[in-house]
């Protein structure tokens, strides 16, 4: 790339994040942890969401010693509502492994990140600029809007192997004078500036040098290739009452929610019932046999990569003692003690449902 439109593009970019970027409460801190707990949030997830859990995570768990001493029941239950679970057990189980092997200190170096659990390349690269100052290039969904558009690259986006292809013009167009801040500046861009549809290429500061808006073709990048579309799958949930406490297993470890807490169920196959798959999950998952079931109503939900219908039932405990497979736990709790655990959004969509029980 032209050294002169480089240093044009660098230098229009960090004027206009320094005048233009919001006041976002990472942002007043330069403690490689609070921006590494930030980054894991920030991950598929709006900023205006992360806020208030960053804020309530960090008086919480204000170092890696705190999070790492913390019990990951607890780490969930902040997380509670946040998604992707996986990021907060693999956050939890990093901060064991910094306080063990870096004295609660995160390491400054891209390898070392990369060993811990659950930091890939864009948390890498975003820790290492922004809280370090070293040269590394952060891609994620804006950044690759934005590249699209300014170099009208035509790699989809949403492509595995296109990541590459972003990466090298990510790195190329970095500053390595200031790369925390030129990382944040081109995000930041995409964020409020390069919007997916009808971006405000008026107030772009690099509007007169953006390939796509002078061939006039702004609304066909990014590329993308079509997904096929995401499947709706019918699960059945059933709430066990014994001597009017209700039953709540563990969802096991390593699964999409693992570590929260749940109502035995599962999915219901084709042709069955959903009080029928209901029952068959409930006897195999925890060895109780149950009886006279109600249905207490029905739920929908969207995860990223499926949707799911769900009907909820209530059942009463007939015989047998719980049994669990695998090295999960399970409570027979009073109704109100529910939103003491950290549960799946399907069940807080579960709670009116529930009324009857909780009065
Ligand atoms: S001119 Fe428009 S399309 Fe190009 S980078 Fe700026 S906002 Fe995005």
Redesign the pocket.
């Known amino acids: 790339m032209d050294k002169t439109l480089l240093s044009t593009l660098r230098f229009r970019l960090a004027g206009w994040y320094r005048a233009n970027r919001r006041a976002l409460p990472w942002r007043r801190t330069s403690d490689p942890y609070a921006i590494w707990v930030s980054e894991v949030m920030l991950q598929q997830t709006k900023v205006e969401t992360v806020i208030p859990y960053y804020q309530r995570f960090m008086a919480r768990f204000p170092s890696v010693l705190d999070l790492a001493a913390a019990d990951l029941q607890s780490v969930l239950k902040l997380w509670e509502g946040l998604g992707y679970y996986a990021r907060a057990r693999n956050l939890h189980r990093a901060a064991g492994q910094v306080a063990a092997t870096h004295r609660g200190v995160l390491p400054g170096d891209h390898g070392a990140l990369l060993n811990l659990p659950g930091i890939g390349p864009y948390i890498a690269a975003a820790v290492m600029s922004i809280a370090f100052g070293r040269p590394y290039a952060v891609v994620d969904g804006n950044v690759k809007r ?1 590249l699209s ?2 170099f009208m690259v035509d790699a989809p986006v949403n492509r595995h192997d296109a990541y590459a292809v972003f990466e090298r013009k990510a790195k190329t167009l970095l500053d390595p004078e200031d790369p925390g801040l030129f990382n944040q500046a081109v995000m930041e ?1 995409g964020a409020l ?2 919007h997916p549809r009808q ?3 008026v107030t ?1 500061p ?2 007169a040098h ?1 390939r ?2 002078q061939a006039g073709r ?1 609304e066909a ?1 990014p590329r993308r290739i079509r997904k096929p579309p995401v499947p709706t799958r019918a699960a059945a949930a059933g709430v066990v009452l014994k001597d009017g406490r209700i039953l709540i297993v563990q969802i096991p470890p390593d699964g999409l929610l693992g570590g929260l807490w749940e109502f035995p169920g599962g999915r219901v196959d084709a042709g069955e019932s959903a009080e029928a798959a209901c029952i068959r999950h409930i006897q195999k998952k925890t060895g109780l046999s149950v009886a006279a079931a109600e249905r207490l109503g029905r739920i929908r939900h969207a995860y990223t990569h499926f949707k799911v219908v769900a009907d909820l039932f209530r059942f009463e405990w007939r015989s047998g003692d719980v049994r669990l497979d695998g090295p999960v736990d399970h409570r027979w709790i009073r109704p109100d003690a529910l939103t003491q655990y950290p549960l799946p959004k399907t069940h807080h969509k579960f709670m009116p449902l529930l009324s009857g029980l909780l009065a």
């Open positions: 934005v558009r300014l861009l500036v390069c971006p405000r290429c772009c690099v509007a953006c796509a808006r702004v990048y």
